[in-house]
């Protein structure tokens, strides 16, 4: 019996390990620094400001959650990125809609608030030391 609860779980174990990606959003080399400070980015100055930059797959959306922390979105759609359609934040400067699918995402996380799109927004990773900020993956 203990022979066959340690196959099992065996089994278990490989066939959660052998779950596939099933995004389909393309992979590219981003490694970007900016000087927070330049003027061209003035307004990153306080929490809630962002920006769009170039990069990524489909262009960047770069957001300042907080006084240390910036979260970078790529600007192609989750939903079909091979498509020329950018996410576009909205006028309430909360959530962001993609055009094209009219899906609507919120600013703070990239989490869907309405479909079709069932993926929250790509994200890159950020690091910032009090005046540079790196966007990597």
Do not use: H
């Not at 262009?59 to 979105?73: C, D, N, P, T, V």
């Not at 909205?90 to 995402?105: A, G, M, Q, Y």
């Amino acid at each position: 019996m203990k022979k066959l609860c340690v196959i099992f779980l065996i089994f278990c174990i490989t066939i959660l390990s052998c779950e596939k990606n099933t995004t389909n959003f393309p992979q590219v080399n981003v490694n970007l620094n900016l000087f927070i400070n330049n003027p061209e980015f003035f307004n990153l100055n306080s929490p809630g400001g962002w920006i769009y930059l170039n990069g990524g797959v489909g262009g960047i959306l770069l957001y300042r959650q907080s006084l240390e922390q910036f979260i970078a979105y790529d600007r192609a759609s989750p939903f079909n990125p091979n498509s020329d359609c950018q996410i576009e934040v909205n006028e309430d400067n909360i959530t962001i809609t993609e055009p094209c699918s009219e899906s609507l995402f919120l600013i703070t996380d990239g989490s869907v608030l309405q479909g079709p799109a069932t993926q929250a927004l790509i994200r890159y990773n950020t690091y910032y030391d009090g005046q540079n900020l790196t966007i990597f993956n």
